[in-house]
């Protein structure tokens, strides 16, 4: 497989020179390889979101550089990086807008980047294959297409958030425990639609999840971090191997006192 992203020496520190400063990266680096589904764990204040941030491009770095494609993405605002970047959030209400219809949110994902008039922009072509897609979620949005988005529940709007952020066939996709907020049922339903729409669309994916079963099941590539490091990168018949247990030993044997356990989700 070839690398299709790159992270180089990332350091960021929040308020810098102050009595609250907190590093997060000194010289952080990773790489991401073609088709790789990663899982990414760890502690509360590890780096995790903050790392999906600064390579979506909604938080600047002090140092480093991000390449994708072997192109340099560093400094492009992040409008331009949506282009190639998709991204779920934990909150259902982000990632969609709720005073437009699914028809519209819909159609403003796929002509993203695009310049295109929203009422124009939603062809008879585009209606036929959004109802399909939409239809292949079995959570009868298909019936609701003229609806507002602010009305749905919230599965139902992040498995559109979902659909908006993969239309376009992003080269990585950022999913930033995007099944948190969610019922237990509703959570497994998303994470089965995730599975089938990064396979079906081979999609370089990132997530972050607080659930261990979530972590050890799904995708190639296990990442743990702890404060800004990665203390483990796991995959193929190794990361088929994993239990939670070993996980946690793992982490505790990094920081005995480490509340880490108790952030965790077992189910």
Do not use: W
Request: aromatic fraction near 4%.
């Amino acid at each position: 497989m070839s690398v299709l992203l790159q992270i180089q020496n990332l350091s960021k520190t929040f308020h810098k020179d102050t009595v609250n400063e907190k590093i997060v990266f000194e010289k952080f680096s990773l790489q991401v390889e073609k088709g790789d589904f990663i899982t990414i764990i760890g502690s509360n204040g590890a780096g995790k979101s903050t790392l999906l941030n600064m390579i979506s491009g909604s938080i600047p770095m002090d140092m480093g550089n991000i390449l994708l494609r072997e192109k340099d993405i560093s400094k492009e605002a992040e409008y331009k990086r949506t282009k190639m970047i998709g991204r779920v959030f934990q909150d259902p209400t982000m990632g969609t807008s709720p005073s437009m219809t699914i028809f519209e949110n819909l159609s403003m994902a796929a002509h993203k980047g695009k310049k295109f008039n929203l009422t124009m922009g939603i062809s008879k072509k585009d209606i036929s294959q959004f109802i399909d897609l939409v239809g292949q979620l079995s959570l009868g949005l298909e019936e609701q297409m003229n609806t507002k988005v602010g009305l749905l529940s919230g599965g139902q709007r992040q498995a559109l958030a979902l659909l908006m952020s993969t239309i376009s066939n992003p080269d990585v996709l950022l999913l930033d425990e995007h099944t948190a907020a969610l019922d237990p049922r509703t959570s497994e339903r998303i994470i089965e639609l995730t599975q089938k729409i990064v396979e079906e669309k081979k999609i370089t994916t990132l997530m972050v999840t607080h659930n261990l079963h979530q972590a050890i099941s799904i995708g190639n590539r296990l990442i743990m971090m702890h404060k800004g490091n990665i203390i483990l990168d796991i995959k193929g018949q190794q990361k088929n191997e994993l239990t939670i247990e070993k996980l946690l030993n793992c982490f505790e044997t990094v920081q005995k006192d480490d509340v880490f356990s108790d952030r965790l989700l077992f189910s």
